[in-house]
């Protein structure tokens, strides 16, 4: 069983950087996909990041793509998504998840394992 707990959410201005990170127990984490997805009220929840066991190969969406960057150091169990040049339409709750099966990286059913989520809002 992993557990999965996300760090570093909170309100910031457009235009500025936040970093969030999720700290994983439990399980192999090197051999883990892990990804950040973001939910908005009222809609469902959105691939956002992921980054593979297998040589660190990232994913990104297309909304997030040149802005955020998805980073991993399976050496302290840590996965962190740094998101520059925020956009008030980033605004979401945004969970840590994890994969011990190969699947769909934008597809939330592949993840095994969700963190609790931390909220992220940036304002105009």
């Known amino acids: 069983q992993v557990q999965l707990v996300e760090f570093g959410g909170g309100l910031v201005q457009a235009g500025t950087s936040l970093r969030l990170s999720c700290a994983a127990s439990?399980?192999?984490?090197?051999?883990?996909?892990m990804g950040w997805f973001r939910q908005a009220p009222g809609l469902e929840r959105q691939f956002v990041a992921a980054?593979?066991?297998?040589?660190?190969?990232?994913y990104y969406a297309d909304s997030v793509k040149g802005r955020f960057t998805i980073s991993r150091d399976n050496a302290k169990n840590t996965v962190s998504l740094l998101m520059n040049s925020l956009k008030p339409e980033d605004t979401a709750v945004y969970y840590c998840?994890?994969?011990?099966?190969?699947?769909?990286?934008?597809?939330?059913?592949?993840?095994?394992?969700w963190g609790q989520g931390t909220q992220v809002t940036v304002s105009s």
């Open positions: 998840a994890a994969a011990q099966r190969l699947g769909d990286y934008r597809d939330p059913s592949t993840y095994n394992y």
């Open positions: 439990g399980g192999t984490f090197s051999r883990l996909l």
């Open positions: 980054i593979s066991w297998i040589g660190g190969r990232t």
